[in-house]
């Protein structure tokens, strides 16, 4: 099995638990105490991939700044795309169409880095990748369940939702797979602030996307036990898998 076979068997590894999470939302019913809970959980284990995994390694790189500088134009880009996204959200609501197709197309640009992740960390250790991938699953089921239940709400049908939920995988498996070819024989110093570039972007989904979404479906007093919980998750998948 060559190395961009595995990248992409990796890369469906967190399509798989998007997919899984919208076939939820179609039996479970929408409890904002749940969605809380679940967003909580990814949002510990989002933190944790960064904290634990992305910048303990691109740090390593010499010199040390460069990274660092990609971590913060990171959380930069994301905060331009969700800008635009909101801009694209409020036009759309202006002209009565629904504003969730805007959160689709958020969810779809989450799972392209997410694929760069896992591509770019393959480069490193395939380890790296594996590990990247377990990662981000649970925190994209909880993800793959409010798109889709956003879909429900604007009366999309459950043949489009499926399909919606199941193309997924296509914009996944298009990053693992840029960030493997691109960079399988890039510098390190490259390789290891696209990691930090990456990691800024996340941290500032957590910030701006996942925490108030939380907290507008419910607020309880468990909330921050579910966050530790779910970077708990994570540094034992990294403790014991790695």
Known sequence: MNGLTTVLLLALIPAVANFLGGLLSEVVPSSGRILSAALHLATGIVIAVVGLELMPRALEADPAWVPMLAFIAGAGLFLGVDYFAGYLQARSSEGGSAAPYAIYGGTALDLFSDGVLIGTGSTINPTLGLLLALGQAPADVPEGFATTAALRRARVSRRGRLLSAAGFALPILFGAALGY??????????????????????????????????????????????????????????????
Not at 184 to 190: E, K, Q, V
Not at 193 to 221: D, K, N, Q, Y
């Open 181 to 242: 070819l691109a960079l399988r024989n890039a510098p390190d110093l490259l390789t290891l602030s696209v990691l930090a570039f990456t990691g800024g972007a996340l941290l500032s989904v957590v910030i701006e996307e996942m925490i108030p979404e939380a907290h507008e479906a419910a607020e309880t007093r468990w909330d921050s036990f579910y966050l530790v919980t779910g970077f708990t998750v994570f540094a034992a998948v990294t403790t014991y898998l790695g």
